[in-house]
C-alpha cells in the first residue's frame, strides 16, 4: 500500500498536498484498491466556494458511486480534465495524474485536523 509521507490525509480516504494556500486533493491508494475500476470522476462544484464535508463530486467505480468529499473549506479552482477522457488514471497513479481538484484554501487552521500518514495506516490498519 501505498502512502506518501510527505502528504496529509482525511478519514474520507482523500489525500492532500499542499502548496502555499492551494491543497492538491484525489483519493489514496487504499480508495482505488477498495472502489476497484474506476470508471467516471464528475466536478460540477469548479469556481464553487464549499466547507470542508461538502460533497465537490463523485468517483463512479464498476460496482459503485461514491461521494467525493472537500477535506478542507474552500474555493475549487481546478478540475483535472484529463479525468474526463481517462479515469483510470486515479486506479494507476492516484498520487500522481489521478490528481481530482485542487482548492484554494480559506480557513488554513483546517489543516491542523488533517491525519499525518502514519494515523492514516493506523486508520487503515496498514
Known amino acids: 500500500m501505498n502512502i506518501p509521507s510527505e502528504l496529509k490525509y482525511t478519514k474520507d480516504h482523500e489525500w492532500i498536498k499542499i502548496d502555499g494556500d492551494i491543497a492538491t486533493v484525489g ?16 466536478v460540477e462544484t469548479l469556481d464553487e466556494t464549499l466547507d470542508r464535508e461538502e460533497v465537490f463530486g463523485t468517483v463512479e ?10 477535506p478542507l473549506s474552500g474555493e475549487i479552482i481546478e478540475f483535472n480534465e484529463s ?12 498520487y500522481g495524474e489521478g490528481w481530482m481538484v485542487k482548492i484554494k484554501l480559506n480557513t488554513p487552521s483546517e489543516l491542523d ?7 492514516y495506516k493506523e486508520l487503515i490498519g496498514a
Open 27 to 42: 483519493i489514496t491508494d487504499f480508495a482505488q484498491s477498495e472502489l476497484g475500476d474506476i470508471v467516471y470522476v464528475e
Open 61 to 70: 467505480a464498476v460496482k459503485t458511486v461514491s461521494d467525493l468529499l472537500q
Open 83 to 94: 479525468l474526463e477522457d481517462e479515469p483510470e488514471k486515479v486506479n494507476s497513479d492516484p
Open 113 to 119: 485536523d488533517l491525519l499525518s500518514a502514519d494515523a
